[in-house]
């Protein structure tokens, strides 16, 4: 053995024995129970921790509870396109201003970022989904996804409690007692750095949070736990990670939440279904029209086809209204989630002889999706018209914003869908006045338009039987899109009747 072996042999019996010892002063503490400085929060993976990071729990599908009412607004000036759908309660006073509060801050925060980017660029999205519907309570998730200057943009949630019974609206960081809410903030970053360090910003001095900032977007699981999903700008979360979901234990959960919103978890965990909500007011107010004649020819006729995008929205059964006593046929270019929130709305229009085309799932602009994402957009669309109408849908599809490339084109030819556009543009969503849309889809009019206009605004609504009466007075039949066009040839673009 040489002289280095032996120095080796030395220190490893060395370590065993001061291991051994190390390990015998442990065991005497235990015992004992005398450990002073044992660590206050279980660190062993033996014993689960009161909070970890988890994956965002699904929402609710669209649909899946009756009596809410889509709210959509798109605009579009530029190189800046909005688009909003959110949900209304219209038997819930006061729910329709929480969530405007909370949209017109963020709103106001894309501005201002948008008025110092250099481009100018900007997107700005908002959709609505229902999170918790058991018993009288709704939790509705509203995401907005802001993107300025052509980057990755920033995803926000926010979630809103209804008690529709009461009725009472309250935002998430008010279902955690006061009192609690630096504790559950605390719970929440410690999750996140044990269990996702890589997604969370490390500031020196360390962040300081508002009473609001991480507990915005709370969700509750099956099992009575709470769900903390944090956003990309609370300024916790480093934006490339996405938000994160902390999962807080039951019991750790009880200890932080008020009564109203222990209420909510047990409901939740119960599994209690949802208390229906009453039918939108003026549901009864629309009625089928008389049945029309069939057979126009567009060849001989001076045919004009009126669409209506974006719905269905709170406006649209009104609409509907409008164009039965007109006896005039129209064509919806639906957004799937919406035709899926208010299918009844949808139904009603087929029934009545409008046309339903799909306006896509979302409403993106098509040519910023890879091809699957397009289809995506198009199929799971055409599946909320087909579950609505009972009727197999269109070959015809409407790209938002007008939105189209070569490569989107390739792709509606693969899914056997033409691009229909329009020729005749009321700008209602941009005048927002019953008089100036009136002008311009009667001043545009010519035989074979399409005539685009929005359905998710009053004043459209209001415009359309002054529209209709003066484009007859002219001479023009009003037609469905299809009767317009007749067949159509996938991957092509229409503007007007060809
Ligand atoms: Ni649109």
Redesign the pocket.
């Known amino acids: 053995m040489s002289r280095r072996q032996r120095q080796m042999r030395a220190l490893v019996i060395l370590l065993v024995v001061v291991l051994l010892l190390a390990g015998a002063v442990v065991l005497a503490q235990q015992l004992t129970g005398s450990t002073e400085e044992a660590a206050p929060a279980p660190a062993s993976p033996s014993a689960a921790p009161e909070a970890s990071v988890v994956e965002q729990p699904p929402v609710l599908p669209p649909g899946s509870v009756e009596g809410l009412v889509n709210a959509v607004s798109?605009t579009a000036s530029g190189d800046d396109q909005r688009?909003a759908s959110t949900l209304e309660i219209p038997s819930v006073p006061g729910f329709g201003e929480v969530e405007r509060a909370v949209l017109d801050q963020q709103l106001d925060a894309y501005e201002q970022a948008l008025a110092d980017a250099p481009d100018g660029r900007g997107s700005f999205d908002v959709a609505s989904d229902v999170v918790v519907a058991a018993g009288p309570y709704l939790g509705l998730r509203t995401e907005i996804f802001a993107s300025v200057g052509g980057g990755n943009g920033i995803v926000t949630t926010t979630t809103t409690w209804v008690d529709t019974q009461r009725p009472s609206v309250i935002l998430s960081p008010d279902l955690i007692a006061d009192p609690q809410r630096d504790a559950l903030r605390a719970l929440v970053l410690a999750a996140i750095e044990r269990d996702r360090p890589e997604a969370l910003v490390r500031a020196d001095p360390p962040l300081q949070f508002a009473d609001d900032d991480l507990l915005l977007d709370l969700r509750f699981a099956d099992d009575g736990a709470l769900l903390v999903v944090v956003g990309e700008d609370s300024g916790a979360i480093v934006s490339a990670a996405g938000p994160q979901t902390v999962r807080v234990e039951p019991a750790a959960a009880e200890r932080l939440l008020t009564a109203d919103a222990r209420r909510i978890a047990a409901a939740v965990a119960a599994d209690e279904s949802a208390v229906p909500l009453p039918a939108p007011e003026g549901d009864d107010a629309w009625k089928l029209p008389e049945q029309r004649a069939e057979g126009v020819d567009c060849s001989v006729e001076r045919c004009i086809a009126l669409t209506f995008?974006?719905g269905p929205s709170q406006y649209t059964d009104r609409l509907l209204g409008e164009l039965a006593e007109a006896d005039a046929r129209a064509t919806f270019?639906v957004?799937g989630r919406n035709a899926a929130t208010q299918p009844a709305t949808v139904e009603r229009a087929a029934e009545a002889g409008h046309q339903i085309v799909g306006?896509t799932w979302s409403?993106p602009d098509l040519t910023t999706l890879d091809d699957a994402g397009i289809l995506d957009e198009i199929e799971r669309t055409d599946a909320a018209i087909e579950a609505a109408t009972g009727e197999p849908a269109s070959a015809l599809m409407?790209p938002?914003?007008g939105a189209v490339d070569d490569r989107v084109l390739g792709v509606l030819a693969g899914a056997g869908k033409a691009a229909v556009l329009w020729n005749v543009d009321t700008e209602d969503w941009r005048n927002r006045d019953v008089a100036e849309t009136t002008r311009r889809a009667v001043e545009g009019a010519k035989p074979g338009a399409i005539v685009l206009m929005?359905d998710i605004h009053e004043s459209t609504v209001d415009a359309v039987p002054g529209i209709v009466e003066q484009l007859r007075a002219a001479g023009y039949t009003l037609v469905t899109v299809d009767e317009l066009l007749g067949a159509t040839t996938p991957g092509a673009e229409y503007f007007h009747r060809p």
Do not use: K, Q, T
């Open positions: 798109s688009y995008d974006d270019m957004v306006h409403h409407r938002p914003y929005h």
